[in-house]
């Protein structure tokens, strides 16, 4: 089991720039989620999806960030366009269904937009 | 909806302290409940879970116990180590309020001292 992986590790960015953050689940599982960490806000719920389908997006902050996930294996989160408070760690996690299920997070990605 | 309210941080012990981190819930249903361990720079480990009334969950010296008639789930360990200093994060999941999402408390940040 390689875990949930995420891509880039750290990405630096300048302002007004397009960013494609990618994730691939544990294979099996069909729940995927997006997060957002920062030191002010702490760890937020962006967007979650069961069997690729988005169930609950409204953690996305704006128009500017929108998800997908084209198939049981991947997902993106785009940014278009990144703005400084944008900055942040970034968190894919992903999960059997059920609710005594856990949920396995990647490592993040680290997002710099200067 | 459902939530997670974590006693604030930082908490700051000596090597082999004793460590309680309170955590109390509320949900619509009937969740599972779970701790999280975040160290520096990594994404967040599943550290134990409990999904049934006066089930305790234990791993690495670490234990909570579900309490449903104090909607509870504090964590403790009897000897903590440098090694635990981390954030800890309560969490929830419940297919009522939360729709299988898992809801977080805000982290308690744990600093160990030699």
């Known amino acids: 089991d390689a875990g949930v992986i995420q891509s880039p590790r750290h990405e630096v960015t300048e302002m007004g720039q397009e960013v494609t953050l990618r994730c691939k689940p544990i294979?099996?599982?069909?729940?995927l989620f997006w997060y957002r960490q920062t030191m002010m806000r702490g760890l937020e719920l962006l967007i979650y999806?069961?069997?690729?389908?988005?169930?609950?997006d409204s953690g996305m902050p704006e128009d500017r960030f929108s998800a997908k996930m084209p198939n049981a294996s991947f997902s993106t989160l785009k940014i278009q366009p990144s703005e400084p408070r944008d900055s942040a760690v970034y968190f894919c996690?992903?999960?059997?269904?059920?609710?005594?299920?856990?949920?396995?997070f990647g490592n993040g990605t680290r997002l710099t937009v200067t | 909806g459902d939530s997670v309210t974590q006693m604030e941080g930082p908490v700051t012990l000596s090597e082999e302290a004793f460590l309680t981190i309170n955590c109390t819930y509320t949900?619509?249903?009937?969740?599972?409940l779970f701790w999280y361990v975040q160290y520096p720079g990594e994404g967040l480990q599943l550290l134990l879970k409990?999904?049934?009334?006066?089930d305790k969950g234990s791993n690495k010296g670490f234990e909570a116990t579900y309490r449903k008639e104090t909607t509870s789930f504090h964590l403790e360990k009897g000897s903590v180590q440098v090694s635990d200093s981390a954030v800890y994060f309560c969490?929830?999941?419940?297919?009522?309020?939360?729709?299988?999402?898992?809801?977080f408390g805000k982290g308690t940040k744990l600093s160990v001292k030699p």
């Open positions: 996690a992903s999960s059997l269904g059920g609710i005594n299920s856990p949920l396995h």
């Open positions: 294979s099996g599982h069909d729940y």
């Open positions: 999806f069961n069997n690729n389908v988005p169930i609950d």
């Open positions: 949900a619509t249903g009937y969740p599972s």
């Open positions: 409990a999904t049934k009334a006066d």
């Open positions: 969490a929830l999941r419940d297919y009522g309020g939360s729709q299988g999402n898992l809801i």
